[in-house]
């Protein structure tokens, strides 16, 4: 039976009263609260530009901090916000209709990138950098005109882990995308809330609620991309060994610089000997 009482958000009515799906709801509003709450997310009566794709994790996020809102668990103003870029064939009224429906304040920016990307991006190259540069840009020139303090973005675990591995085989870096930063400006917070949350759950979350998804019909119709190549290979280490993408998504929670190689992370040459055997750096057994 759906859920239909008055005391849930509006985003949240209509959703499966199964037990499966109370315990998907419960574990990512926890999971999207605990990095609020971990990252120091929360500036009391500050604005949020909560950015709405109309993909599975966009659609989960507005939910889930809605949600939070509506319990008086995240004291601040969000504003959804969808960048229409252009793209043939994007359905622009699907997301003003849902959002209007669902009682929910919002913003709709259109401007054509997707001719700036297409002319400029040699064949056969991907369009993911410009693409997300352009787009990051406007986001935060919106966010500035309507007075917010933080783009927010719907970036996952997975994302996370995808851009770790990504950075780790391309880049030769220990990287990734963090749940909190500050624009190159210092002008602006940019979060991702759903840091702790599995992509498996914002699917399953999604299609329960039957959000009208919007694919993306940019970069997520290129061939020979590199994420999902990383994502392939996760899946088949998940399938191999179950809970594998968990321990890695812990292991970028528990780094220790002097087990690593970056002097500019530790001092190296200022080590000393002692005589218990321990390192006073990180407490570790040497």
Request: aromatic share 8%; glycine share 8%; hydrophobic share 40%.
């Amino acid at each position: 039976m759906p859920v239909e009482t008055r005391d849930i958000h509006p985003l949240l009515r209509g959703a499966p009263g199964t037990t499966e799906f109370h315990k998907l709801r419960k574990r990512i509003v926890r999971e999207t609260r605990e990095a609020i709450e971990r990252y120091g997310m929360v500036e009391r009566g500050a604005r949020w530009l909560v950015c709405l794709s109309g993909g599975k994790d966009s659609y989960t996020m507005l939910a889930v901090l809605h949600e939070l809102k509506w319990r008086g668990l995240l004291p601040v103003d969000l504003l959804a916000c969808n960048l229409d870029q252009g793209q043939p064939g994007f359905p622009a009224t699907v997301l003003p209709e849902f959002l209007e429906q669902v009682g929910v304040a919002y913003r709709i920016e259109y401007r054509n990138t997707y001719s700036v990307v297409t002319a400029k991006v040699p064949a056969g190259k991907t369009y993911c950098a410009l693409c997300s540069r352009l787009r990051r840009g406007i986001l935060y020139g919106i966010a500035r005109e309507e007075g917010c303090s933080a783009v927010v973005l719907g970036h996952h675990r997975d994302d996370i882990l995808e851009t770790f591995i990504l950075n780790l085989f391309h880049g030769a870096r220990l990287a990734t995308m963090p749940p909190k930063l500050v624009n190159e400006d210092g002008d602006l917070f940019v979060y991702r809330p759903l840091a702790h949350v599995a992509e498996a759950d914002c699917d399953r979350f999604v299609r329960a609620m039957k959000y009208p998804i919007i694919p993306c019909d940019l970069c997520g119709s290129q061939k020979g991309l590199e994420r999902p190549k990383v994502k392939a290979m996760l899946d088949q280490w998940e399938a191999s060994y179950p809970g594998r993408r968990q321990k890695l998504f812990r292991a970028l929670m528990n780094a220790r610089p002097s087990r690593l190689l970056d002097p500019g992370l530790f001092d190296f040459a200022g080590l000393t000997r002692t005589a218990t055997g321990f390192s006073p750096a990180d407490n570790g057994p040497i």
